[in-house]
């Protein structure tokens, strides 16, 4: 049974429950006169301790267990470890339980964004006003008698992309910070992948937010600790509400082409200079991979260190494993705990192999300096990929609205494992002044059946994925690598019917160990890819799930018939190579 105990802690108001001092709803005051609200999970000692701190929209007070119910059945069934040790009172959607950190000398710090949960305001996604929020919460805790002046930040997802953007704000007392699968780019990344519109965000917040947004009050869900309403304590009409959210949707389609919107929200990486560790997933293609990659590479600190791992995107932030990591990471940066953490090579992978299988090994930089860079031709003969382009100039088309193409290796002759980022160069024309281009890498067993693999965001889900539309295919020469092209995406050149142009296609990182006997493939298509099983319907999961999960690109006015249906042409040859750049991995020396 509870022990129910109120006590001035530090001039916090706390109630002792499971082994925990916790002050619900603090206010925290921001400069424009909106006070944001936090819960505050402390140990039982009076003392000073560092925080671990998450801001975001998902209601500090909902329930994983009942409202992500799906979600919570299959990871504990999958990985029971995750609900153990711990009466998962307090569990809450992509952020720490604090039964699990408190014990171990951290105060834990949820806090409702702006417009979400129990903090009033205007909901606007990854403004510069909440990342500007997010660092007035930051210096505000650290000078709480109950802190020890450090803060970290973890989460996923959400939790995760808007660590990157309060990090390029460098507040001072930021100490270090878990990035758990979380977008940095916010036109690359999430939105617009290469230049072609995503239709998650047209759905994300009737998912996931309008449950929750300040002024559902009564209308909505309760802390079943407390018996508070999560979105309360005002209930607002439903005009009112639509007032104060901002049309996320609407603000990214009518913005094709980079530029401030999309920069104001992203990461800006010479800015970041704060100590973290970057969790990938090899299956999050769409949300959930490039921009932990992206920053691990290209962000200024000099202390960072690079997971990526497999399943759904909130499993192993539960697992042992990634609190082992995350503990041991925020242990050394937080506490100065001598734990071996400073020892810990920069790169840390789960390297895949057929039948979900995962062996972990470190490296030392990334992409991995003994890659050997290899191009796959396409040859549209005998529709293969082969070592060499074809010998004389070749063509093959395909309706751009219908299944494409796939080219094939010959059944391979001994292992080949492929980790890191991966590219195509493809010479296309098409019969309309546009074309779009998805690219999927893909692996079949010696029977034909694909390998597939439990994603983020999607049960079964292909090697990779790469997108591009062929009127952004301007790249930045500063930017740009054979093995990842970088497209400025802020201009629009289109194609003249018939006249092919050259297009660098980045293909998102990946890890495959193929075995003899098993095929290597890249298909080329001009819509959104689709295993050949039935699609996936799960309980709690508003969307159809066959191989991209939510992450699809068929908005009607982005992609009109009259262009985007047309016939697309690749052209092959010695003049004209096309082909796909894979980064084979020989064994460590």
Not at 279 to 298: D, M, Q, Y
Request: proline share 9%; charged share 25%; glycine share 10%.
């Amino acid at each position: 049974m509870d022990a129910f105990a109120s006590s001035p802690s530090n001039d916090l108001v706390t109630e002792v429950r499971d082994g925990m001092r916790i002050a619900w709803n603090v206010p925290i005051p921001m400069d424009d006169g909106i006070v944001l609200r936090a819960d505050v999970f402390l140990p039982l000692a009076e003392g000073r301790y560092p925080a671990i701190m998450s801001y975001g929209p998902y209601g500090k007070g909902l329930s994983f267990q009942e409202y992500f119910k799906s979600q919570w059945e299959r990871m504990t069934a999958a990985f029971p470890e995750a609900a153990e040790g711990s009466s998962n009172k307090y569990q809450n959607w992509e952020v720490v339980d604090p039964e699990k950190w408190v014990p171990d000398g951290y105060a834990v710090v949820r806090i409702d964004s702006r417009g979400a949960g129990r903090s009033p305001g205007v909901l606007d996604h990854h403004n510069p006003r909440e990342a500007k929020d997010y660092y007035d919460c930051i210096e505000w805790a650290a000078a709480q008698p109950w802190c020890n002046g450090k803060i970290g930040l973890n989460g996923i997802s959400y939790y995760a992309m808007n660590q990157w953007r309060v990090a390029s704000l460098q507040p001072p007392h930021l100490a270090a910070m878990c990035v758990w699968e979380g977008y940095a780019d916010r036109y690359r990344d999430a939105t617009r992948h290469g230049g072609i519109l995503c239709t998650f965000h047209r759905d994300f917040q009737g998912r996931q937010v309008f449950r929750v947004q300040y002024g559902v009050g009564e209308r909505g869900p309760r802390n079943p600790v407390t018996g508070e309403l999560v979105s309360g304590p005002e209930t607002l009409p439903e005009e009112e509400l639509r007032k104060n959210r901002a049309d996320m949707w609407g603000a990214v389609k009518s913005r094709p082409l980079d530029g401030p919107y999309y920069r104001d929200r992203s990461a800006q990486w010479d800015k970041i200079t704060t100590p973290f560790l970057s969790a990938g997933n090899w299956g999050g293609h769409g949300l959930h991979l490039r921009g932990n990659v992206e920053g691990f590479v290209r962000a200024a600190s000099k202390q960072k260190w690079l997971e990526i791992h497999g399943h759904a995107h909130w499993t192993h932030f539960y697992t042992n494993y990634g609190i082992d990591l995350q503990k041991r990471f925020f242990g050394y940066f937080l506490k100065g705990e001598d734990n071996g953490w400073d020892k810990q090579p920069p790169v840390q992978l789960q390297i895949r192999h057929p039948g979900e299988k995962f062996v972990l090994r470190h490296e030392n930089e990334w992409p991995i300096a003994r890659t050997r860079w290899t191009k796959f031709y396409l040859d549209p003969e005998n529709r293969s990929l082969r070592p060499e382009p074809p010998k004389a100039p070749q063509t093959i088309a395909f309706e751009a609205l219908g299944e494409g193409l796939l080219f094939l290796t010959p059944p391979l002759d001994e292992e080949i494992e492929i980790t890191g980022p991966a590219a195509a160069k493809l010479f296309v024309s098409s019969s309309t002044t546009d074309a779009d281009i998805f690219l999927v890498l893909r692996v079949f067993d010696p029977a034909g059946q694909e390998v597939l693999f439990h994603g983020a965001n999607d049960p079964q889900v292909p090697i990779a994925f790469g997108w591009l539309r062929a009127s952004h295919r301007k790249l930045d020469p500063e930017l740009s690598t054979p093995y990842r092209p970088y497209h400025t995406h802020d201009e629009l050149q289109p194609l003249v019917p018939g006249e092919p142009v050259e297009l660098d296609v980045e293909i998102w990182p990946t890890s495959i160990v193929v075995p003899p006997g098993y095929r290597i493939g890249l298909a080329v298509r001009g819509k959104d890819y689709q295993h050949d099983g039935p699609a996936l319907e799960l309980p709690g999961v508003k969307y159809t799930m066959q191989g991209t999960g939510p992450f699809k690109h068929d908005d009607p006015d982005d992609r009109p018939p009259e262009i985007f249906g047309g016939v697309t042409t690749v052209h092959c040859g010695p003049d004209q190579a096309s082909y796909v750049l894979l980064p084979i991995i020989p064994p460590k020396a």
